[in-house]
């Protein structure tokens, strides 16, 4: 069975920094990707940022700079941090992590393997 848990999220002021951490367990790491995405209140589910079995990074236009992905990996299971840097207040959501993740028409859990999320909130 695959499991997903993001931690780390809370508040902090526009400018401030947050780490996140996914571990993932039970998944088969190749030709696969582990990534963040985000959704607000009333917007659409979006994608932050991935990070594949063979270190390929990939970044949405407006964290690049400012969030880095990053992966390492202990007996089976994989651990994603997301650090982010100047935060803003548009950075506020639910940050979720997937595994082999699909998002379809602004929706988040079409397909691959998700944890429950973690909220970010950075006032202004």
């Known amino acids: 069975e695959v499991q997903v848990a993001e931690s780390g999220g809370g508040s902090v002021q526009a400018g401030g920094s947050l780490k996140l951490s996914c571990t993932v367990s039970?998944?088969?790491?190749?030709?696969?990707?582990v990534g963040w995405y985000r959704q607000a209140p009333g917007d659409v589910c979006e994608l932050v940022a991935t990070?594949?079995?063979?270190?390929?990074?990939?970044?949405t236009d407006f964290v690049k700079g400012r969030f880095t992905i990053s992966l390492s990996q202990d007996n089976g299971k994989i651990t994603v941090d997301l650090q982010m840097n100047k935060l803003k207040p548009e950075d506020t959501a639910v940050y979720y992590c997937a595994a082999d993740g699909i998002i379809s028409g602004g929706l988040c859990f079409v397909d691959g393997y998700w944890g429950q999320g973690t909220q970010v909130t950075v006032s202004s």
């Open positions: 039970g998944f088969k790491f190749h030709d696969a990707a």
């Open positions: 990070i594949s079995d063979d270190d390929e990074r990939i970044y």
